[in-house]
């Protein structure tokens, strides 16, 4: 689930950056014009190109930068649903990623502890942002 929207968030980022650096290559062929003109002596429109160019390149430059930042966020916004398994015998409490399958009062396999008692999922959550950050350093 968590890959899935990794992959979809990366394909946007390339859509974006394909666009970006389309303009961006635009821009650059701007400011080359505005260097011909310039040197044939043309300096009006040398100005006006230049103009172009730069801010093509500057407003590509603070695209790609939220881009890094909306996708940096889209994955810290996604949440890791984690279970919570308990033995009722000896009262082990493990925490493991969420399986497809995991609902609550789930018999699991028998306790490492106690071989007759088998594992219970006592909750299913959700990670909290705070915790997933710790993770991330
Ligand atoms: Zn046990």
Do not use: W
């Amino acid at each position: 689930m968590t890959q899935k929207q990794t992959t979809t968030a990366n394909k946007i980022s390339t859509y974006l950056i394909l666009i970006v650096l389309i303009a961006m290559s635009l821009s650059i062929v701007a400011l080359i014009s505005a260097v011909y003109a310039y040197t044939q002596n043309m300096i009006p429109p040398a100005g006006f190109l230049a103009i172009i160019g730069i801010f093509g390149i500057v407003m590509s430059i603070v695209s790609l930068h939220q881009n890094s930042q909306r996708s940096a966020a889209m994955k810290i916004e996604v949440p890791k649903v984690m279970t919570y398994i308990e033995c009722k015998n000896c009262g082990t409490k493990i925490s493991r990623e969420f399986q497809r399958g995991d609902f609550v009062f789930k018999e699991l396999d028998v306790c490492p502890k106690c071989p007759e008692h088998k594992q219970m999922i006592t909750g299913v959550y959700k990670e909290i942002k705070e915790k997933e950050k710790i993770y991330e350093v």
